[in-house]
């Protein structure tokens, strides 16, 4: 019903950059949080950085001054900025949103997406 689609990720060097974007779609109401969280090998999935649909930031400290996040609600989609990036920031990068379904509902529902692979190397 909902899908959250990844894209931008790829092969950098250090201190390149990278845009991820995260599009939404499907039966949307209105999207609250959205996310970024990565895994990396052998490693736990951590987030990255947070949204609210008010434009409320939080970043974890690896990434803070290094990577934005940001929205744009008409298009209900997500982006990561990353810049300076690092060899340790290789990892899975994923997706995920908080969505109402109907207007006056108590309940959200979390999706998240497939993920897309940001490596940085020489």
């Known amino acids: 019903q909902v899908q959250l689609v990844e894209s931008g990720g790829g092969l950098v060097q250090p201190g390149g950059s990278l845009r991820l974007s995260c599009a939404a779609s499907g039966s949307i109401f209105k999207i609250y949080n959205m996310g970024w969280y990565r895994q990396a090998p052998g490693l736990q999935r951590e987030l990255v950085a947070t949204?609210?649909?008010?434009?409320?930031?939080n970043y974890a400290d690896p990434v803070k001054g290094r990577f934005t996040i940001s929205r744009d609600g008409a298009k209900n989609t997500a982006y990561l900025q990353m810049n300076s990036l690092k060899p340790e920031d290789t990892a899975v990068y994923y997706c995920?949103?908080?969505?109402?379904?109907?207007?006056?509902?108590?309940?959200?529902?979390?999706?998240w997406g497939q993920g897309t692979q940001v490596t940085v190397s020489s």
């Open positions: 995920n949103a908080d969505i109402g379904p109907t207007y006056g509902s108590s309940v959200l529902n979390r999706y």
């Open positions: 949204i609210t649909s008010g434009g409320s930031t």
